[in-house]
Structures are given as C-alpha cells and as structure tokens.
C-alpha cells in the first residue's frame, strides 16, 4: 500500500498548474485532498474529475493572503476528515519586472502571497499536527530560491524567503516529527509566467520557458517525499528540466 494512502492532504494553488497536477497524482495514490484556490469553477471541475475517477476530493475557496480564510480551511480539513497529515503550500504568483518600473503593487501581491500565504498556511496547521506529533509540510520555492536574475529581483527574495522559512520550520518542528520539504522547480509549463506585464522581460522569459517540463513532474516529486517512509524526511528538490542552465 502506498504510504500516501488515506493521507488528508492540503493543496493551496490547485486550480492550475502544479498544484492541479499533484492533486491528480495524489489523488491516484489514494489520498484525501483538501483543494484550495480562488477560482472556485476550477476547484470544482478538479474535484469532479479526481471524484469520476475514484478518488476523494472536496475544495474551499480560499485567498492565501487572508489570514482568516487560511485558518478557515485547515478547520474545513479538519472537519471533514478528521486530521491533517500533509500541507502543500503550492499557491504561488510571478509577476517579474525590473526594480527601477516600480511596480509596487505586483511587489505586495507577491510578498502577500508567496511569503504570507506559506507563514499562514504553516500557522494554521502547526497546532494540529504539533498536537498529533506527525505532519508534513511542502513548500513550493524556485531555483529563484537559489539564484537571482536581472527582473525576478522581488520573485526571488519572495522564494529565498521561502526557503528561509522552510529551514526554520526544520529546525523548530523536527523534533515533533513534523516533516519539512522544499521543492524548487525550474521553468515548469503553466500559467505563472502570464502574469509578466514588463514586456521587457517578456522575450527572455519566452526563451526559457519554449525549454519548460510538464507539471506532473514536479507532482511525481511531490509524491515521492511524501512517500517515503514517517522517519525519512526529503528536506529539499531542485527539479530543473534537463536543457535549463
Ligand atoms: P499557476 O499560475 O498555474 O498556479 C498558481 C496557483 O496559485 C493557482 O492555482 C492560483 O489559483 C493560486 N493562487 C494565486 N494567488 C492566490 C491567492 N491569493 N490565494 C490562493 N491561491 C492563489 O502556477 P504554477 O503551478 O507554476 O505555480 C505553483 C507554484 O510553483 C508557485 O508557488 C510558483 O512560484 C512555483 N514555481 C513555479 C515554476 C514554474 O515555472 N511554473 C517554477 C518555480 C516555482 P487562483 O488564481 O484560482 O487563486
């Protein structure tokens, strides 16, 4: 049996992209997702679709940025399965541009989103699995989280961030037996990249994203750390495609 069997899995971003992708392999391997993102006409034709299939899934609306609503669905999860065994804090935006457009308002979005949603999301189930003394909690970084490029300045210091963080969280709940993984893709095909509005960069980002990897590839990483057994924590995976620098 695999080890994500029965597994209450939490996944922030699942209306597209990665996140969409590892509720469907998740999903396949017998988990009990807990689907969360705005777009609620996604949420709900991802959870029709991983249902008609014969897996279990129910959504939330949930905007990472409110702390509230965060709180909300870990209640929600908790309510509806019982436990929270895994959290992906996936939900993620990319608005690049160079520093000197001051773009303050894609600034704050990612701030709030990529830094708070993830410090939210670990908040609202740190007492349960702190309680339970298991837990898994997987944070999506970049190799922006690694390397700073000309125009992902403020990307990158969001991702850093998260990798910061993730190494916090290693250090404050290891001991809990509450597993911390990082996962830092590359150029992975979705819709991130269009919210670039600086059509400066757009030619760049063009070029590294025609090289782009498949969503479930990152998804099948996901499933891996998850996998492996309780007293084995994955801490970190850089998942480039093979032809990015
Ligand atoms: P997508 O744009 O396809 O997905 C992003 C997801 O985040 C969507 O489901 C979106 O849902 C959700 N989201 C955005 N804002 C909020 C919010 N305020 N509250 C809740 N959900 C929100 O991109 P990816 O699948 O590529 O991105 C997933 C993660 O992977 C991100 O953290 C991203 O930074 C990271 N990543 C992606 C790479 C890539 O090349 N694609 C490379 C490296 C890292 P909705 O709009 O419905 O709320």
Partial sequence: MSNIQDKVVIITGASSGIGEATAKELAVKGAKLVLAARREDRLKKLQEEIQSNGGQAVYKVTDVTKYEQVEELAAFALKKFGTIDVLINNAG???????????????DKMIDVNIKGVLYGIAAVLPTMRERKSGHIINLSSVAGHFVGAGSTVYAGTKFAVRAI???????????????????PGA????LPSAITDMDLKPGI?????GAIAADRIARAIAFAIEMPGDTAINEMIIRPTRQE
């Fill in 206 to 210: 063009d070029e590294i994203y025609k």
């Fill in 93 to 107: 935006v990319m608005p690049h541009s160079f520093l000197y457009k001051k773009k303050v308002e894609d600034w």
């Fill in 166 to 184: 993730s190494e916090g969280l290693r250090k404050e709940e290891y001991a809990n037996n509450i597993r911390t993984t990082i996962i830092s």
């Fill in 188 to 191: 992975v095909d979705t819709e």
